[in-house]
């Protein structure tokens, strides 16, 4: 089959698109004919290289699939040849106290699929392996490309909205990288929960199209002052919640823009790691930082259920040939796009 495949760390021109083996399923495994699969930031760190990370080589990334059962393991009796799924991108045990609690991200198998696992394991390709378990109804109503977007970034901005910063109806929800495809998609479940959002963007086409997702105000970056812009639509209040992912850029900004007690969800850090924090807001105005990664495959399915009832809409930017997984992946970097980038076979 083919595949989009580095075989070393580095920049882009390093993935090509060859001929590999194709995947087999081992007993309690599915493989997926994809017929899209999206691009997320850890495929970008995954051919990057981390420090302190070993990724198994040759490497597929992906964690994102839509496709067609085309063979199933031995031991398999949830999932039939021929069904329409997508993928739960975390990898774990399903046994353990943490997993059976709903908290597969606590496991201590826990993995994310086309980041964590390899040789040859991931989305972008023509066929995928995944086990049994991580396989999930494709919500009918969407399209292979628009099913293939959504599931990691909807899966992790659920858990971070949702689950750990519990924002509630009539809060203020401060969203970054509205841009972005988490972004995306935290805009709609903050106007799900009934929430007031205020998302972040770099240009005013991309804060224009936050508006038509929803945003009740939106700040442009670039050419505003994002903690004064807070204070003037909050009344001086600040917001509730903060939706972070962007990391160093924009933590402090973060920080000086909370309401007294409010929370600050991080689920990642695309522009470094190194932030400051002013000890002195964190204790006298008693907030709450908290960390979020990935989610469960129930907060997956109840998020998908949205999906199906057209309450949550993927944003797909573009669909690009998977052959040039290169391309893409200098789009991402350059964040030229509005929502998500997927890749077809
Ligand atoms: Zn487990």
Request: proline share 5%.
């Amino acid at each position: 089959m083919k595949a989009s495949v580095f075989h070393q760390h580095g920049g882009p021109e390093v993935l090509k698109y060859e001929d590999v083996p194709e995947p087999k399923p081992g007993s309690r495994d599915v493989v997926i004919q994809v017929k899209a699969a999206g691009c997320n930031y850890n495929d970008l760190w995954a051919r990057q290289g981390l420090p302190g990370m070993k990724f198994d080589l040759p490497h597929i990334s992906g964690s994102d699939a839509a496709g067609v059962v085309k063979e199933i393991g031995s031991e398999v009796t949830s999932v039939k040849v021929g069904q329409e799924v997508v993928v739960h991108p975390a990898i774990s045990c399903r046994i353990c106290e943490a997993c059976t609690r709903g908290q597969e991200y606590f496991c201590r198998y826990f993995k994310i699929w086309g980041f964590q696992t390899g040789p040859l394991d991931g989305a972008h390709a023509e066929y995928a392996r995944i086990p049994e378990a991580n396989a999930v109804p494709k919500p009918a109503r969407l399209s292979w490309e628009e099913a293939a977007s959504i599931p990691l970034v909807l899966l992790t901005a659920w858990h971070m909205l949702v689950t750990r910063a519990r924002l509630l109806p009539g809060e203020d929800v401060l969203v970054w990288g509205a841009g972005s495809g988490i972004g995306s998609i935290a805009i709609q479940i903050g106007k799900l929960i009934g929430a007031r959002v205020i998302a972040v963007a770099g240009t005013d086409a991309k804060c224009e199209k936050a508006k038509a997702l929803g945003a009740d105000h939106v700040i442009n970056h670039a050419s505003q002052d994002v903690v004064a812009e807070v204070r003037k639509i909050t009344n001086k209040k600040g917001v509730d919640v903060v939706f972070e992912h962007v990391g160093q850029a924009t933590w402090e900004r973060s920080i000086a823009t909370m309401n007294w007690g409010g929370r600050l969800v991080i689920c990642g850090n695309t522009t470094g790691f190194e932030a400051k924090t002013d000890l002195r807001f964190l204790f006298n105005k008693q907030l709450s930082l908290l960390g979020s990664h990935q989610g469960s495959k129930a907060e997956l399915l109840e998020g998908l259920r949205l999906v199906e009832a057209g309450k949550i809409k993927p944003v797909v930017d573009r669909v690009i040939p998977l052959k040039d997984a290169a391309e893409a992946q200098r789009l991402m970097e350059s964040r030229a796009q509005f929502g998500k980038l997927v890749l077809v076979p």
